[in-house]
């Protein structure tokens, strides 16, 4: 049982919060490459400390982060390819993408790539490889398999396979891993490379003073190798397709709430082996990051339960899960009283969740575009505010702060204005936006204050990253080189100090 725990939060620190596919780079996405590391160089340059990413799983067609193909597996196409070519596995003209509309000249380059390793036979990284498929080979296998399969049958639902696949007949599993043997190696090769890629990011970053702060979505996509190959962890139909799905009742963002679509978990079975899938599924990403993120903690207190023949979320209901003994039974099995967790308390949030969030020291999130449309009592109002936290003026999920700010309507755009030059003590002017509430996240007692790269850079409408409930136009968005000022290092350093935070 965990007596002791402490939250990460020891001292004041700020963050900025970026995805791996927003920064500048290739034509088509950011990746691993030599545009990460010149960002956290901008990042070490500003004296910040935390830079936050959203899941860096594979994604389907749709790119979201939140629906990945498996929960341990990195995204192949942040590769960084010209690392490929300095490897000898590519030439410079393999690289040069044939459009700038997508990504799907990566995946050639991969493949090709992965001939050329296997043919390396005395590449020094040969021994790593095979190292790395040993030590990862609990969800390794599953899902090079499962990526292949997925590949043969035209990138279909695993529901749809023929019975014996569908239903991992062991026969059948092991006629297509001989069938399959190639792209099987080529998804091993790809997560290797990704690993090492990310790795070496990481100690870039670390030895910068700079924490790598990940993303675990509470639920995975019903199209996964982790519900495919283990369908006694998730409440399912004898054909494989949920029964119930995941959501959030009517709220902030959606008056007919959020249907999510992912199934829900077998808390029983889960329970009953000692939740081993969420402590290997810890265990893998606190091993590629620094501090996580646990997406829609409430979750784990009780989670919205829709019918699946729901077209909407309003026909769901509210269902207890065991989180308290989840928890604790990672908190246990990892060794870690203090575990670099956050709790991402958005929504409706109860005492209970609140109580299992205290439960374990987890620090949770306060968002400042939420702050103002009730009375001074409002929890986000920054005056409000409570050290063991992380302060965001807008997650990705929200708009940017500008055109946040640029669309409400007058009464409460002055209304904004009057109540951060209360807070920072002086007049405000809508000149001043979206600085002013980046000041405001900097100025909160909260110990760590993430700020968005749209609102550090300025912009406005059009450069969201998402917008919860729809599934078009939404992960694409990037900045650019050219945006960042000269001095941009400098002005952040200045006003992180003078709030005393680094």
């Known amino acids: 049982m965990v007596t002791t725990v402490h939250s990460i939060l020891t001292r004041r620190q700020t963050g900025v919060l970026l995805h791996i596919t927003s920064l500048p780079g290739q034509p088509d996405q950011g990746d691993l490459g030599r545009d990460a590391y010149r960002f956290v160089d901008l990042l070490a340059a500003g004296g910040v400390s935390v830079w936050q990413v959203l899941p860096i799983g594979p994604t389907h067609s749709d790119n979201s982060p939140y629906q ?48 050329a390793f296997r043919k390396d036979s005395r590449h020094p990284l040969q021994a790593a490889y095979r190292k790395f498929c040993k030590t990862q080979e609990s969800w390794l296998a599953d899902f090079a398999l499962f990526t292949a399969l997925r590949e043969h049958h035209g990138h279909t639902a695993w529901q749809t396979w023929p019975e014996e696949l569908r239903d991992r007949e062991p026969e059948a599993l092991a006629r297509f891993r001989r069938k399959l043997a190639t792209p099987i190696s080529n998804v091993k090769f790809e997560q290797f490379v990704f690993a090492h890629q990310w790795n070496a990011l990481r100690q870039y970053a670390n030895d910068r003073h700079i924490i790598l702060f990940g993303d675990v979505p509470i639920f995975v996509s019903d199209d ?6 283990a369908r006694r962890n998730f409440n399912l139909r004898e054909d494989g397709y949920p029964r119930v799905v995941a959501g959030v009742p009517p709220d902030y ?61 309003m026909e769901g209901r509210w269902v207890k899960a065991p989180g308290g003994e989840l928890l604790e039974t990672v908190f246990n099995t990892l060794n870690g009283a203090g575990l670099p967790l956050v709790a991402e308390n958005l929504g409706i949030i109860t005492p209970e969740v609140e109580a299992l969030r205290a439960r374990f020291d987890l620090p949770g999130m306060l968002i400042l575009q939420f702050a103002f449309d009730s009375d001074d009592s409002n929890p986000y109002l920054p005056w409000n505010h409570t050290e063991n936290n992380v302060v965001y003026t807008g997650t990705h999920d929200n708009d940017t702060t500008l055109s946040w700010y640029q669309n409400l309507e007058p009464d409460m755009q002055r209304q904004v204005l009057e109540r951060i030059g209360h807070f920072l003590n002086r007049p405000v002017q809508e000149s001043d936006m979206p600085e002013a509430l980046n000041e405001c996240a900097l100025a909160s007692p909260a110990r760590l204050a993430i700020l968005p790269m749209q609102d550090i850079l300025g912009q406005g409408q059009g450069h969201r990253m998402n917008t919860p409930g729809t599934c078009t136009g939404n992960w694409s968005w990037r900045f650019d080189w050219s945006q960042v000022s000269h001095d941009l290092g400098t002005r952040l350093r200045e006003q992180i100090g003078r709030y005393d935070r680094s």
């Open 253 to 313: 963002f959606s008056a007919t709430g959020q249907r999510w679509g992912n199934p829900h978990y077998d808390w029983d079975a889960m329970q009953a082996d000692g939740f081993e899938w969420w402590v290997n599924r810890f265990r893998s990403q606190l091993a590629l990051h620094d501090w996580l993120r646990i997406d829609h903690f409430r979750g784990l207190e009780a989670y919205w339960e829709i019918p699946a023949e729901s077209d909407t979320a």
């Open 224 to 229: 996964s190798a982790d519900v495919w190959a």
């Open 68 to 115: 990945c193909l498996s929960a341990h597996a990195g995204n192949p196409l942040f590769i960084d390819l010209d690392w490929l070519v300095e490897q000898g596995w590519l030439a410079t003209d393999d690289i040069a993408p044939e459009t700038t509309t997508g990504s799907a000249y990566r995946r050639p380059c991969l493949r090709k790539a992965g001939a």
